[in-house]
C-alpha cells in the first residue's frame, strides 16, 4: 500500500447487490405504510394533525436552497434577485392564499429585479 486510502473494488455483483438490496429495503418500507394504512380503517387525529403541515414543509424543502444563496456579504445576500422576489411572493402568498398570484408576483418580481434594476 503506497497511499494512506486502499482503493477496493467490489466488482459487478457486488455493485448489484447493493443496487437490490436497496431497492428491497426502498420497497419495503414503501409496502409497509401501504399495508398499515389498509389495515387501519380511521387514521389517528393526531397523525391528521401532523400530516397537514406535510405539504408545506416539502414545498419550503424544494424551494428554499434554490431562493436563498450565500454570498460573500450579508447585504448582497440579501439583495439577490432571488431573495427579494422569494419575499415578495412570500408576501403575497400570505395575504392572498393564491397560488396563481404567488407565482405570477414572484415571476414578475423576480424578472423585474434581475433585468430592469440596473447593477
Excluded at 32 to 59: C, E, K, N, Q
Aim: aromatic letters at 10%.
Amino acid at each position: 500500500m503506497t497511499g494512506l486510502i486502499a482503493q477496493t473494488s467490489y466488482g459487478p455483483v457486488g455493485v448489484w447487490t447493493a443496487i437490490v438490496a436497496v431497492g428491497i429495503a426502498t420497497f419495503c418500507i414503501r409496502l409497509s405504510f401501504i399495508y398499515l394504512f389498509g389495515r387501519i380503517d380511521t387514521v389517528p387525529p393526531r397523525v391528521t394533525r401532523a400530516l397537514r403541515y406535510v405539504p408545506a414543509a416539502v414545498l419550503a424543502a424544494l424551494v428554499v436552497p434554490s431562493v436563498v444563496t450565500i454570498e460573500p456579504t450579508a447585504v448582497e445576500t440579501l439583495t439577490a434577485d432571488r431573495v427579494i422576489a422569494g419575499g415578495l411572493a412570500a408576501v403575497v402568498a400570505w395575504y392572498t392564499e393564491d397560488v396563481t398570484a404567488t407565482i405570477v408576483v414572484g415571476l414578475v418580481a423576480l424578472w423585474v429585479v434581475r433585468f430592469a434594476v440596473p447593477v
